[in-house]
Structure formats: C-alpha cells, structure tokens
C-alpha cells in the first residue's frame, strides 16, 4: 500500500485521539517556542522536544490503517 492511500485510509479510533492528541503537543511546543517573551533555556529546549514528538505522533497515527 501506497503511503498516500495509507493516509487517505480510515484511521482507527484509538489512532485519531493519538494524532489530535500529538497536534496538541505540537501547537504547543511551537507556541512556546515562538512565545515574544524571554523564556529558560530549558523551557524553550523542552518545547523543542514537545513539537518533534508531537509531530512524528501525528504523521504515524494518520498512516495507520485499519486491517482490511
């Protein structure tokens, strides 16, 4: 299966609450890291790791399928 129809593919349930969990984690990592305000060092790396993870979180729960 293409990686294309794998998206296209209905996503299992437990795999959409991943991915909108994992778009959360994402937007919020990117909002403190975009933040005009002057922040710790380790809160800007942290939210660094907040947005990676949340995005690999999203792209591999919307490329699992249901078994057909």
Known sequence: MQIINR????????????????????????????????????LVKIAGYLAVAGGVASAVSQTTVEKE
């Open 7 to 42: 998206a296209k593919s209905p996503t299992p349930k437990f795999f959409k609450k991943v991915r909108n969990i994992g778009l959360v984690l994402a937007t919020v990592g990117t909002t403190i890291i975009a933040a005009p305000v002057a922040l710790p060092a380790v």
